[in-house]
């Protein structure tokens, strides 16, 4: 087996860390909602990830300084402080979190000289810096001054070369992985660089031009990929089939029409539903009826694949050796077309193989049906996760010190 992982991790670092200042970029972007007159954490899935690696440096007795970013704020929103989610880091270490007034600056620094071993500092939002995003090499400088190692879990952000994921590894010692981001990393480039076959992919969601990318990539390597959503429409399109209302990307057609070109030539198989259901509108009380072909009639538009399809898919999803799925089989926001997207998340819970859920609303899907404990690697990182299957390096992932 390759290599997949070649990048020092905390672990490397955690006999040398006690009374040392450890800087920690996790993705502690986690859903928020409101509470009466307060703001509180959503989903704690993110958190409880990044979990494991604050804990190993709380315990090598490192003083640990957490920095994330949280939504897209403009100026210093104070909706999107970090405050809530230092009280849910706090309960799930079991120790109090104390928070940052912001990201850098002398009263940070007085807050860093002030840790003691095991003590836990989180900084404010990375992003109420505005050189967070256009990785600003003297924000990058002040965050590395903080610290002597650095640590990146932050798996979500790691396809983003930002101050806190890439900039600050030019300013500190030593610049490592954290257990998040490792598993992350080797378990989703595992997949690409030497899966266990026969490796089947589910790909679904909105647009063809969003994964084009990965269908180009796991045409090479993957035995067969079954294609759901909306996305499917464009290959019907390309296929000179009727689509009805059905949302059509009409980007999407030409990549579509490629895609269906390559898979002629590839040792890959690349299956379109055969079946749908259909909706006369975007909506949960629209009237619905079943289609077995995939014409679609006037006045009607594909909101699911059909019970024949879900079946075929379930099923070779269960006899597969590794499952890679990223994107709904359809509208599953709305019950009438959701049996497709849940037969299929059922079918990754009841596999033997290697389950992997590459992130977004097919992970979001996943954790609705109650299935998230069932898989075997859920993915933190939508954008990061899609971009490593297509054999993209991930800047955050690249500027760690090689072992
Ligand atoms: P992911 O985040 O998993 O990559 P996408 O964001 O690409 O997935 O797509 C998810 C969205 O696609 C969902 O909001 C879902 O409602 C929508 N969708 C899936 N199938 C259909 C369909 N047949 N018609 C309209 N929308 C669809
Ligand atoms: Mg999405």
């Known amino acids: 087996m390759p290599p997949v992982f070649d990048k020092k991790t905390v672990r490397d670092i955690a006999p040398d860390v006690a009374g040392k200042r450890v800087l920690v970029r996790a993705d502690l972007n986690a859903p928020l909602k409101e509470e009466g007159d307060a703001i509180v954490v959503s989903d704690d899935a993110r958190i409880a990830g990044s979990v494991p690696t604050i804990k190993l440096l709380v315990e090598?007795?490192?003083k640990v300084i957490v920095c994330s970013h949280l939504g897209r704020p403009k100026d210093h929103d104070p909706k999107l402080s970090l405050a809530p989610v230092a009280a849910r880091l706090g309960e799930l270490l079991g120790k109090p979190v104390q928070l940052a007034p912001a990201l850098?600056?002398?009263?940070?620094?007085?807050?860093?000289?002030?840790?003691?071993a095991g003590d836990v500092l989180l900084l404010e939002n990375s992003r109420y810096e505005v050189g967070e995003t256009k990785n600003d090499p003297e924000l990058a400088a002040q965050l590395g001054r903080l610290a002597d190692f650095y640590v990146n879990d932050a798996f979500g952000a790691a396809h983003r070369a930002h101050a806190t994921t890439e900039g600050v590894t030019h300013h500190v010692g030593s610049a490592v992985a954290g257990l998040l981001?490792?598993?992350?990393?080797?378990?989703?480039?595992?997949?690409?660089?030497?899966?266990?076959?026969?490796?089947?992919?589910?790909?679904?969601?909105?647009?063809?031009?969003?994964?084009?990318?990965?269908?180009?990539?796991?045409?090479?390597?993957?035995?067969?990929?079954?294609?759901?959503?909306?996305?499917?429409?464009?290959?019907?399109?390309?296929?000179?089939?009727?689509?009805?209302?059905?949302?059509?990307?009409?980007?999407g057609v030409a990549l579509a029409a490629k895609a269906l070109e390559d898979a002629?030539?590839?040792?890959?198989?690349l299956v379109l539903p055969t079946d749908l259901v259909?909706?006369?509108e975007f909506s949960a009380d629209?009237?619905?009826?079943?289609?077995?072909?995939?014409?679609?009639?006037?006045?009607?538009?594909?909101?699911?694949?059909?019970?024949?399809?879900?079946?075929?898919?379930?099923?070779?999803?269960?006899?597969?050796?590794?499952?890679f799925?990223?994107?709904?089989?359809?509208?599953?926001?709305?019950?009438?077309?959701?049996?497709?997207?849940?037969t299929v998340a059922q079918a990754m819970a009841d596999a033997d193989g290697v389950t992997v859920v590459g992130g977004g609303d097919s992970a979001a899907a996943i954790a609705e049906f109650g299935f998230a404990d069932d898989v075997t690697h859920l993915s933190t990182g939508g954008g990061a996760a899609l971009e490593l299957v297509e054999g993209k390096e991930l800047p955050g992932v690249e500027a760690l010190n090689n072992v």
């Not at 079946?311 to 269960?318: E, G, H, T």
Request: charged content about 25%; glycine content about 12%; aromatic content about 6%.
């Open 60 to 62: 090598s007795g490192a």
């Open 325 to 342: 799925w990223n994107g709904p089989m359809g509208a599953f926001e709305l019950a009438p077309f959701a049996a497709g997207t849940r």
């Open 181 to 251: 981001l490792e598993k992350e990393v080797s378990t989703l480039r595992g997949i690409i660089e030497a899966p266990e076959h026969p490796l089947v992919v589910v790909l679904g969601g909105a647009k063809v031009s969003d994964k084009v990318a990965v269908i180009d990539s796991f045409l090479k390597v993957a035995d067969a990929i079954l294609i759901g959503g909306a996305m499917a429409f464009s290959f019907y399109t390309a296929q000179g089939h009727k689509t009805g209302n059905s949302l059509v990307e009409e980007a």
């Open 278 to 280: 259909l909706g006369r």
């Open 286 to 323: 629209t009237e619905v009826q079943e289609l077995d072909g995939v014409d679609v009639p006037d006045d009607w538009m594909g909101l699911d694949i059909g019970p024949k399809s879900a079946a075929d898919y379930a099923a070779r999803v269960k006899s597969a050796a590794t499952v």
């Open 264 to 269: 002629k030539d590839s040792g890959c198989e």
């Open 104 to 116: 850098v600056g002398p009263e940070v620094e007085a807050l860093v000289d002030g840790l003691g």
